[in-house]
């Protein structure tokens, strides 16, 4: 059997700070996934309790949880004031595949409520990037890369990550994700990182398959696509809060990321706070495809 047949990563995505009330009613629903569908939360800032089950875990940044199929669960935010920030992954397993099951009951059990601390982002965005790829190869890659991620995680031996290359990258993407909300610039994050800009732009370009700079704003229109689908927060709101230059420019770059206007965005994927649908509106996870790379 392919790897491809044993699991297939269905949706991957990033939720930056819940802040909205709406935002945080909307990822706080509780709900569950289909019969052979497993989720993996991994929370790197905010927190609140995970309910899992019958189980009902603290949040705090580093910790992971993996629910299973048909188990309904839910995030409970304690407050605005410290947003929560995930990752979410949700993964299909083949019925028949048996070693697999009992691996992921195993860990269910050992990663109820563990931690594993916080560098884990530069993983997990490949398994984002790659897991949703057009390109076969890559999602193939990315499936291995997480059937490795829960054996280590069932043996307790987690990998520290600890390559240089991938130190810089961890703290690059951490530095880009705290500050969405914001304005930092290719010079900030080098001279964060004590790189060289020219360096800098290899090591992401060849790791990351994109600009930091365009990565950067990807994490905007990705949070802008949160808040039109989930606040009432006006487009012009949006665009300011986001450090648009202008709502014209913020706009441009939207349409030119998902192929949607905001308007006629949050008009298609408005969501219900009571509607049943994917982790995130479709593009949030699966625009990809549609990125200027």
Known sequence: MHIIDIMNIEDAVFVYQMQDDDEI????????????????????????????????????????????????????ASDSINPITYYAVLFSVDSHEQQMTELLHQDIHKASCSNIGTNYRFFFEEIREKGLSKNENLRRSAVHQLISFLYQLSEGEMSSYSREESVHLEKALRFMQKNVIGSITLSDIASRLELTESYFIRLFQRRMKTSPMKYYTRLKVEAAGAMLASTNLSVKEIAARLCFYS???????????????????????????????PLVPEYLSRYSSASIT
């Open 25 to 76: 009613r909307w990822h706080g629903r509780y709900h569950q996934h289909g019969t052979a569908e497993y989720e993996l939360h991994y929370f790197l800032q905010g927190t609140g309790q995970f309910q899992n089950g019958s189980d009902l875990c603290t949040i705090i940044p580093g910790t992971l949880f993996i629910t299973s199929p048909e188990t309904f669960h839910a995030i409970r």
């Open 247 to 277: 709502e014209f420019h913020f706009s441009r770059v939207f349409k030119q990321y998902t192929g949607h206007a905001p308007s006629h965005y949050r008009a298609r994927y408005l969501q219900s706070l009571d509607d049943s649908r």
